[in-house]
Nanobody, 129 residues
Framework: EVQLQASGGGSVQPGGSLRLSCVAP????????IAWFRQSPGKEREGISC????????YYSDSVKGRFTLSRDNLEKTVYLQMSSLKSEDTAVYYC??????????????????????WGKGTLVTVSS
């Protein structure tokens, strides 16, 4: 079964930056639209960004727009989430997932997590002074 692997999390101070990566170990995510969801303690999972298979379409939630940048390098078989100007409320476990529809459109970020597939364990981002 395919599992997408998110990595790159860690601890950072407010205002800092981190870059998360998403790969498909043993395979390729070239043909997948990829979305990032996150879950903070005591909160529902939140869709924050998605990118189409070609990288031509990228969407962000209002909570991260202007601070996060999602990109993909299909030669490297990796999707990157560059996070800047991090805030304490960005503290969460971040998951990269594939929408079951394999589309990235604005409403993808509002879909329930059950409409996603191939998620792995996620990577923890902690923003704290």
């Amino acid at each position: 079964e395919v599992q997408l692997q998110a990595s790159g999390g860690g601890s950072v101070q407010p205002g800092g930056s981190l870059r998360l990566s998403c790969v498909a170990p043993g395979g390729s995510l070239d043909d997948y639209a990829i979305a990032w969801f996150r879950q903070s303690p005591g909160k529902e999972r939140e869709g924050i960004s998605c990118i189409s298979t070609t990288g031509g379409s990228v969407y962000y939630s209002d909570s991260v727009k202007g601070r996060f940048t999602l990109s993909r390098d299909n030669l490297e078989k990796t999707v990157y989430l560059q996070m800047s100007s991090l805030k304490s409320e960005d503290t969460a476990v971040y998951y990269c997932v594939k929408p079951k529809t394999n589309f990235c459109v604005p409403r993808t970020l509002r879909r329930p997590f059950d409409d996603m597939e191939y998620w792995g364990k996620g990577t923890l981002v902690t923003v704290s002074s």
